[in-house]
């Protein structure tokens, strides 16, 4: 399996724009999947750099309801007509995020998209194809991410916390390797490894995506105990991990400090081989 990086905060080579987002390019057995689009069509603008066709995606998944994730939609949808697009069900939410001033912005994804016929709204744990598993949220909530405070939903015209129930992730399974996509991880990325464990039966060899450890609201990283209990519990596993986004290059470099070999940053541009575990850039 090959994921390419079309858009995440940083780059590989200056030729390559970057974003706030999330935007990755899956090459499987199973087929094409786009995995997130970031927040503009900049994911398309890339792919063509990085020799990626999104009209031959075979469907795309939007991990949360947050522009950073989905605001590539309508770009998506002029591109690919033909594409399933799994989301959850509740993703047209109303979400906001503190600013400057206690102010809140809305972060929620286009709601003139919402009737797209293309659209396949999940529920629950959902086994789309063979070797494709999508699955909603988390059952624990250890090292639950603290940038979560200052994100919100509104519901009956008040703002309360964001529980994230929105939130999905994937779980691959090819060449007898177990591996999970997760967008933001806001769940709790050891809470959503533990759920795929649970739905598989068995260890994952590859975790891929951002762990949320960085609160754009207030440009702070979690704490450096946090940090230190989270390196601990991933350690734990038998598992390569990739992070990129919303981990923030901070938190990077704690876990890296910690984890060694077991852990690595892709950036936009690059592409990673499944099989060898091996990153090149495009």
């Known amino acids: 399996m090959i994921i390419k990086c079309l ?19 899956i090459e499987s057995e199973s087929g094409n999947i786009l995995f997130d689009t970031g927040q503009s069509g900049l994911f398309a603008e890339n792919a063509k750099k990085m020799d990626v066709s999104i009209e031959k995606a075979d469907r795309a998944i939007i991990s949360h309801g947050h522009y950073d994730h989905g605001g590539g939609l309508k770009t998506f ?46 529920e629950d744990t959902s086994h789309i194809k063979e070797g494709l598993i999508i699955f909603v949220g988390a059952d624990e909530k ?15 015209n008040e703002f309360e916390n964001d529980a994230f129930s929105h939130e999905i992730s994937l779980i691959i399974l090819e060449k007898e390797k ?9 769940n709790g990325i050891v809470n959503i490894i533990n759920k795929a464990k649970s739905i598989i039966g068995r260890e ?7 762990f949320h450890l960085h609160s754009r609201a207030n440009n702070k990283s979690e704490s450096k105990e946090h940090l230190k209990l ?3 519990a991933l350690s734990k ?14 938190a990077y470099e ?11 940053y892709i950036r936009t541009g690059e592409m990673l081989d499944t099989s060898t575990n091996t990153k090149a850039m495009l």
């Not at 596993?237 to 901070?250: A, I, K, L």
């Not at 704690?254 to 690595?264: D, F, P, T």
């Open 230 to 232: 989270l390196s601990e």
């Open 254 to 264: 704690e876990l890296k400090n910690s984890m060694g070999n077991k852990i690595a």
């Open 77 to 122: 949808f002029s591109i690919n007509s033909k594409a399933s697009v799994y989301i959850h069900k509740n993703a047209f939410g109303d979400y906001y995020s503190n600013r400057e001033d206690d102010e809140k912005a809305y972060i929620g994804l286009d709601k003139n998209m919402e009737n797209n016929p293309q659209f396949v709204f999940i």
């Open 204 to 210: 994952l060899d590859l975790v891929i995506g951002g």
């Open 237 to 250: 596993n038998n598992t390569m991990y990739y992070t990129c986004h919303c981990t923030g290059e901070e």
């Open 178 to 186: 177990a591996i999970l996509i997760a967008g933001c991880a806001h």
């Open 7 to 25: 858009v995440e905060n940083t780059a590989c080579k200056e030729n390559y724009k970057t974003e706030h987002g999330l935007s990755l390019y």
């Open 142 to 156: 250890y090292l639950f991410p603290r940038g979560n405070d200052d994100l919100y939903t509104m519901k009956d």
